[in-house]
């Protein structure tokens, strides 16, 4: 392992030596360049800019995405240090998403502000995942966010914000690779006085890096900002579709011969309204997720799961800015419903009330947001000792930030919170020979804070945060003696408690070009509480250390670099480093790229020993056509 460290760093170095004689005469510090101050939508009611934030933040800008390595979304959140992304196969065919050690059940995923989280089960999660050429950012909000965001968001949410057409322009790209890798798509920006739109289709497809691993993905996205009697509307609509071999994905690596195919697919409206110092935006949406699975591709008749769930949401969230600071108030109302022929037909009707006001004092520099989120869900009994119904699936969750600015770019934060997540109908009624849900399991929930440090110029940007999360009522699958089924309970005590460190080094060039140097570490530390259960599957296996580094280089006007450095150490003690490279030349509307994955040929794998592709490559070359309108 220390030898495999040694050439890593030997071999960054060397890339940083090449690249820095290239550009040492050309980079210089613009103190006149400010960073714009980025906008969070982190919550849907209070929106602050990035440096006010009293929480843990940490924001995926577009040219970082334009220069990554990564080819999607999975590959992108792998490159933040506390975020674990447990890959099932390549070009983000199954991942599953975890935050600050939770389970893959217990972070959130947002596209544009809409809620896309599976109430069958959060293996599907990264089903909604868009393509990567239709976003503009993407934001990691770390910490309890049920106060914010209601169900589902134990651990942090992740907010997709996709692109808005600025300008007319049509990009084509085709690639190919290992595995017989074949990429294509097309993208369509196109802007007119009151309305624009943009337009994505792509596919990729490969035979597999081993056997049973071959995969087709399609994937459709349109999003229009338009305007009726100058107010201004938003609509998104996506469609994914994934066909893929699953060898050994789900039940044991034995299983070699699984097979899935799973549909995805969110459509949503939304405006805002501005009257004075009150701001209300309104949403509705409707997401759908289809999942089909076969344990044996050649006889489906052995075994075939079919699971079917729709959600349609309104939500009407707001704001309003008076001498006594900025109330934030907001209602989400949702249907959910599931069709599974092993789950049974299921509804589930929720309701989150939020309400929200951030105080100012000390002549602004101390800000204190209290808030509390009141949720309903038609399936739990939260407080059994109200007599009326309506009340006893009631439960509410508080929360508390607060910020002090010791200047223009230091900022120091603290925030506490109650947080929880429903149990998924997996949880509930998954019926196996060798497993049993439980009808009768309630939330999970925790107590979450965290106290932080943030320093935020134009060129550099250093963040430190310490955290702890104290959570009970934790769902485990449990038996008596060995040869019984597992059983689902509500049993398990976890304190979950560790620092997070990011740093980014901004530089800008006289090409005008941006040159980004990254830097990232988590560390976790679980302590389960013990239990008298004799046979227990919770099995705790989080990244104990998290590295993760990069380095975006524009080494001349049309030619760029970057390298990914990833490092994880679970609790088991299992570990690995992976090293991803990409360059990237235009040449006017054409350019041409060369991405090279684990250069180093690492063998590891990220969940249920299924193991991840050695050395693999992938070419591409596109043409951008931009047009006066």
């Known amino acids: 392992m220390k030898k495999r460290l040694f050439s890593i760093l030997l071999a960054t170095l060397f890339l940083q030596n090449i690249s820095a004689q290239k550009i040492e005469n050309t980079i210089e510090i613009d103190e006149e360049i400010n960073l714009e101050a980025i906008e969070i939508i982190s919550s849907p009611r209070i929106e602050l800019p990035f440096s006010e934030n009293s929480r843990t933040i940490q924001v995926i800008t577009e040219e970082e995405i334009e220069s990554s390595p990564a080819t999607n979304i999975s590959e992108l959140l792998q490159q933040i240090a506390g975020v674990d992304i447990r890959r099932r196969g390549v070009s983000g065919i199954q991942a599953d998403l975890y935050i600050r050690g939770g389970t893959f059940d217990q972070t959130l995923l947002l596209i544009d502000g809409f809620k896309v989280e599976d109430a069958q089960t959060g293996h599907h999660t990264m089903n909604m995942a868009i393509p990567?050429?239709?976003?503009?950012?993407?934001?990691?909000?770390?910490?309890?966010?049920?106060?914010?965001?209601?169900?589902?968001?134990?651990?942090?949410?992740?907010?997709?914000?996709?692109?808005?057409?600025?300008?007319?322009?049509?990009?084509?790209?085709?690639?190919?690779?290992?595995?017989?890798?074949?990429?294509?798509?097309?993208?369509?920006?196109?802007?007119?006085?009151?309305?624009?739109?943009?337009?994505h289709y792509s596919r990729q497809s490969s035979e597999g890096y081993r056997y049973n691993t071959d995969f087709t993905n399609n994937n459709n996205f349109i999003k229009s900002n338009f305007k009726i009697k100058a107010l201004p509307f938003n609509m998104i609509a996506s469609f994914n579709e994934r066909k893929f071999g699953a060898n050994g994905f789900y039940a044991s690596p034995e299983a070699i011969d699984q097979y899935e195919e799973t549909q995805a697919s969110l459509l949503g409206v939304s405006t805002e309204i501005k009257s004075g110092s009150v701001i209300i935006k309104p949403k509705i949406y409707w997401k759908r997720n289809q999942d089909m699975y076969i344990y044996l591709r050649h006889d489906p008749s052995v075994y075939r799961n079919l699971h079917i769930t729709?959600?349609?949401?309104?939500?009407?969230?707001?704001?309003?800015?008076?001498?006594?600071?900025?109330?934030?108030?907001?209602?989400?109302?949702?249907?959910?419903?599931?069709?599974?022929?092993?789950?049974?037909?299921?509804?589930?009707?929720?309701?989150?009330?939020?309400?929200?006001?951030?105080?100012?004092?000390?002549?602004?520099?101390?800000?204190?947001?209290?808030?509390?989120?009141?949720?309903?869900?038609?399936?739990?009994?939260?407080?059994?000792?109200?007599?009326?119904?309506?009340?006893?699936?009631?439960?509410?969750?508080?929360?508390?930030?607060?910020?002090?600015?010791?200047?223009?770019?230091?900022?120091?934060?603290?925030?506490?919170?109650?947080?929880?997540?429903?149990?998924?109908?997996?949880?509930?009624?998954?019926?196996?020979?060798?497993?049993?849900?439980?009808?009768?399991?309630?939330?999970?929930?925790?107590?979450?804070?965290?106290?932080?440090?943030?320093?935020?110029?134009?060129?550099?940007?250093?963040?430190?945060?310490?955290?702890?999360?104290?959570?009970?009522?934790?769902?485990?699958?449990?038996?008596?003696?060995?040869?019984?089924?597992?059983?689902?309970?509500?049993?398990?005590?976890?304190?979950?408690?560790?620092?997070?460190?990011?740093?980014?080094?901004?530089?800008?060039?006289?090409?005008?070009?941006?040159?980004?140097?990254?830097?990232?570490?988590?560390y976790?530390?679980?302590?389960?509480?013990?239990?008298?259960?004799?046979?227990?599957?919770?099995?705790?296996?989080?990244?104990?250390?998290?590295?993760?580094?990069?380095?975006?280089?524009?080494?001349?006007?049309?030619?760029?670099?970057?390298?990914?450095?990833?490092?994880?150490?679970?609790?088991?003690?299992?570990?690995?480093?992976?090293?991803?490279?990409k360059n990237t030349l235009i040449i006017k509307n054409l350019n041409f790229s060369l991405i090279i994955n684990n250069i180093f040929d690492t063998e590891y794998s990220e969940t249920n020993l299924v193991p991840m592709p050695g050395r693999a490559y992938l070419f591409s070359w596109g043409y951008n056509a931009k047009k006066d309108r």
């Open 524 to 581: 976790l530390k679980d302590d389960l509480e013990p239990s008298e259960i004799q046979f227990s599957k919770y099995a705790i296996n989080s990244l104990k250390h998290h590295i993760t580094s990069s380095i975006n280089l524009a080494i001349s006007k049309n030619l760029s670099g970057s390298l990914i450095y990833k490092y994880s150490e679970r609790t088991t003690g299992e570990n690995y480093t992976v090293v991803d490279i």
């Open 132 to 199: 990567i050429d239709v976003i503009e950012r993407i934001e990691i909000i770390k910490g309890a966010a049920s106060r914010i965001y209601g169900q589902n968001a134990f651990t942090g949410a992740i907010n997709i914000v996709t692109k808005e057409a600025v300008k007319n322009e049509r990009s084509r790209k085709i690639g190919f690779g290992s595995f017989e890798q074949r990429d294509i798509s097309l993208t369509l920006h196109q802007s007119y006085e009151n309305s624009s739109f943009i337009t």
């Open 310 to 522: 729709n959600k349609t949401g309104i939500e009407l969230n707001g704001s309003s800015t008076s001498k006594a600071g900025i109330t934030g108030f907001g209602i989400d109302v949702a249907s959910v419903s599931l069709s599974s022929n092993n789950l049974g037909n299921r509804n589930r009707t929720m309701i989150n009330v939020f309400i929200e006001h951030q105080f100012k004092l000390l002549k602004n520099r101390l800000d204190i947001t209290p808030g509390v989120a009141f949720n309903y869900f038609s399936d739990f009994k939260f407080n059994k000792n109200y007599k009326n119904n309506f009340f006893r699936n009631f439960l509410a969750f508080p929360g508390l930030d607060i910020g002090y600015k010791i200047n223009d770019n230091f900022r120091i934060y603290t925030n506490i919170g109650y947080t929880y997540r429903a149990p998924t109908y997996t949880d509930l009624y998954y019926s196996s020979p060798t497993t049993v849900g439980n009808e009768k399991l309630i939330p999970e929930k925790a107590l979450s804070e965290e106290v932080g440090i943030r320093y935020f110029k134009n060129k550099l940007n250093f963040s430190l945060v310490l955290f702890n999360r104290k959570a009970k009522d934790l769902i485990d699958y449990v038996k008596a003696i060995e040869s019984d089924p597992w059983q689902a309970t509500n049993i398990r005590e976890l304190n979950t408690s560790g620092l997070e460190a990011s740093m980014r080094i901004k530089l800008y060039g006289k090409n005008k070009k941006t040159h980004y140097i990254n830097f990232g570490y988590s």
